[in-house]
């Protein structure tokens, strides 16, 4: 251990361990699968990569995102260490020169995606490497009882039987028991030593608001914002719309989805951690990894569809230590919609079998067959074709492909985006010049209103359906928009592709796994329910709630959630410091009323009113004449 504390400081600079990463390294030094479960900024990429440096050989990293990847080899390199990467997106050339790298070039760590270890290639040159740490970051997405199962993650057991001595280290925030069971015995981990550290949040003030006026309410929270912020909703029109009314608030924010290009998301992130723009509207698609100090809100203007997934993005807030607030804000609407969206639209075993029988005849397979045939998808079509529900088929379809009956490509789900980047005079114009060009530009601008402002998602069938023009001609035509620079362009051609996994066999291949079918149907209502819950729930502290699902019963009554604000009319002697310092750090700007100052704040206002007499009587504040208070 004590090589293990050279490493620290050389490496890394730090002079001490954080909570936990002691005890993890040395059960990892001592040979033992282990698991840490850390909260999201608890430092567990330590936990991997001191003892891997500690030990000759390569470290062996299983990573869900490329993103988190890139991010830890950029960190790794800047402190002399040898890391690489297996990306998508290379050529078969290159990935052989990387794989010599990694077994001849002294590298102390492979990173690499679940899909990649699909891989023949890479699984022969793994097996030449001397293997001393095989590191699962984020491992709870093998588990399909978690909200971010990956099926590819189910790969990762193949390194168990090219290296069966290598010992395994699985890393997660995620901490439901159930999630953490089925991880273990989903890696064929051997008892292994299980390290969890509280997943209190001291600085971290949870509060649930019904509230009618979202936006307004955002307003008021985030239009002193010193530092960043997030704010969470449900659809990808959702962000675009929300951070264009907080940006006409005079807000600055953008907004992140999962349909954004690779490019354009590199760049708004880049802008928010800088400070440059300090509100990120996203979708779910705005998290893993997402490692911000200075986040002083995390907003909720719809309700999640679980608590692991509230605690996660709720978390990103507050990471340097200091106050931050996570925020839920809700109506009774949200309430019947989230119902809806996660409970009433779940497809049940008959639903499954009736979509999987269609998508069969869809593509004319042939009883027996089909096994690992790949076709384009268009789920537009598909719904049409057959008069389905779309949301219903959408999860049928999601469904299926969790329970390895079908695959769907990553793209699924995705749609085209433009968005014109020139003036409509300008645009008509253009349009005069081709007749095709014409037709399309013109129809495309009639269905959606607003994409002069905003990058809007198109829908291709829609759009051949109205002009009667093939999808070739408008895919072409718009690229030569994009390349006439009249247009940003992300195309989605297909909207996926669609393997089928196993032969049809019809109810049978259903029937096989309609006992799984029930229990994640029971799953995800028990989960929705748990957020329903814990909103209605206004008498239990909110952090004693949240981390009490998590199977923690000993955490006390944190002092500065909603529910704790309200009970105690009196205020915690933390609540205090933390208003206190609030109302002196305003007055150092400027004098203010107390009105003013209340409305700045997130506490209540009599609590607000309290402190500033509390100030008052120190002398640490006096009024002028004007009733506003001023720094003594
Ligand atoms: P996690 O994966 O648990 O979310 P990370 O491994 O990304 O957390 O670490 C979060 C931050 O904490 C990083 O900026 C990392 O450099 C820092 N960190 C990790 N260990 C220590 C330590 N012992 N002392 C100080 N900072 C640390
Ligand atoms: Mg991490």
């Given amino acids: 251990m004590k090589n293990v504390r050279d490493i620290l400081t050389k490496y890394w600079g730090y002079t001490s361990f954080k909570p936990m990463q002691e005890e993890i390294i040395a059960s990892v030094l001592n040979g033992k699968d282990t698991v840490a479960l850390l909260p999201t900024g608890g430092g567990k990429s330590l936990c991997f990569q001191a003892p891997a440096l500690a030990m000759e050989g390569i470290c062996i990293v299983i990573s869900p995102l490329v993103a988190l990847m890139g991010d830890q080899i950029n960190t790794l390199k800047e402190r002399g260490i040898k890391a690489l990467k297996l990306t998508g997106g290379i050529s078969f050339d290159e990935l052989n020169t990387l794989l010599d790298n990694a077994l001849y070039g002294n590298y102390k760590f492979l990173y690499l995606s679940p899909e990649r270890l699909q891989q023949e290639i890479v699984q022969n040159y793994i097996k030449q490497m001397n293997v001393n740490l095989i590191a699962v970051d984020e491992a709870h997405c093998i588990s399909q009882w978690g909200n971010d199962f990956r099926p590819a993650y189910k790969n990762i057991t193949i390194l168990r039987e090219i290296h069966p001595l290598v010992h395994i280290i699985a890393l997660t925030a995620t901490a439901t028991t159930e999630v953490l069971e089925d991880t273990i015995s989903e890696l064929k981990m051997e008892l292994p030593a299980v390290f969890k550290n509280s997943f209190v ?293 297909t909207d996926a592709t669609l393997t089928f996994l196993v032969p049809r066999e019809d109810e049978k291949t259903i029937n096989v796994v309609s006992r799984e079918v029930e229990a994640l149907n029971r799953k995800k209502t028990a989960q929705v329910n748990s957020v329903l819950h814990y909103i209605e729930n206004t008498k239990t502290c909110r952090s004693v709630q949240l981390v009490s699902y998590f199977g923690e019963t000993t955490a006390s009554k944190c002092g500065i959630c909603s529910v704790c604000r309200t009970q105690s009319s009196n205020l915690t002697n933390k609540e205090i410091k933390i208003l206190s310092s609030q109302i002196l750090a305003l007055l150092e700007e400027r004098n203010l009323n107390s009105r003013e100052i209340s409305e700045k704040l997130t506490f209540a206002e009599t609590d607000t009113l309290k402190v500033i007499r509390l100030l008052m009587d120190a002398e640490k504040i006096k009024i002028n004449p004007r009733n506003q208070y001023y720094l003594n």
């Fill in 201 to 493: 949040r001291e600085n971290l003030s949870y509060q649930v608001f019904k509230q009618d006026d979202k936006l307004y309410k955002t307003e008021q929270l985030l239009k002193n914002n010193q530092g960043s912020a997030i704010v969470y909703v449900r659809s990808r029109k959702n962000s675009v719309e929300i951070s264009d009314q907080l940006n006409s608030l005079g807000i600055s924010a953008t907004f992140y989805h999962g349909g954004i290009s690779a490019k354009e998301k590199a760049q708004k992130l880049q802008n928010w951690r800088s400070g440059g723009i300090s509100t990120m509207v996203a979708t779910n698609a705005f998290g893993m990894g997402i490692d911000h100090p200075n986040v002083r809100f995390v907003i909720h203007l719809q309700i999640p569809e679980s608590l692991e997934s509230y605690f996660q993005e709720a978390g990103r807030a507050g990471r340097d230590g200091d106050y931050a607030v996570a925020v839920l804000l809700y109506n009774e609407y949200d309430k019947i919609n989230v119902k809806n969206q996660f409970v009433e639209s779940l497809p049940t075993t008959p639903d499954l079998k009736k979509i999987y029988r269609t998508l069969n005849n869809y593509f004319q397979i042939p009883y027996g067959e089909g096994e690992f045939t790949k076709y384009n998808f268009s789920f537009s079509e598909f719904c049409k074709t057959y008069n389905l529900n779309t949301l219903l088929a959408y999860n049928a379809l999601n469904s299926l492909d969790r329970l390895g009956i079908i695959q769907l490509s990553q793209e699924f789900g995705r749609k085209s985006i433009v968005q014109f980047l020139i003036s409509s005079e300008k645009v008509l114009n253009y349009f005069e010049k081709d007749a095709t060009t014409s037709i399309i530009g013109k129809t495309v601008l009639r269905i959606y209103g607003g994409i002069f402002e905003i990058p809007t998602s198109i829908n291709l069938d829609l759009i051949a359906t109205k002009t009667g023009q093939s999808i070739e001609a408008i895919v072409s035509i718009l690229k030569k928009m994009e390349r006439d620079h009249v247009v940003e362009l992300v195309l989605q051609i």
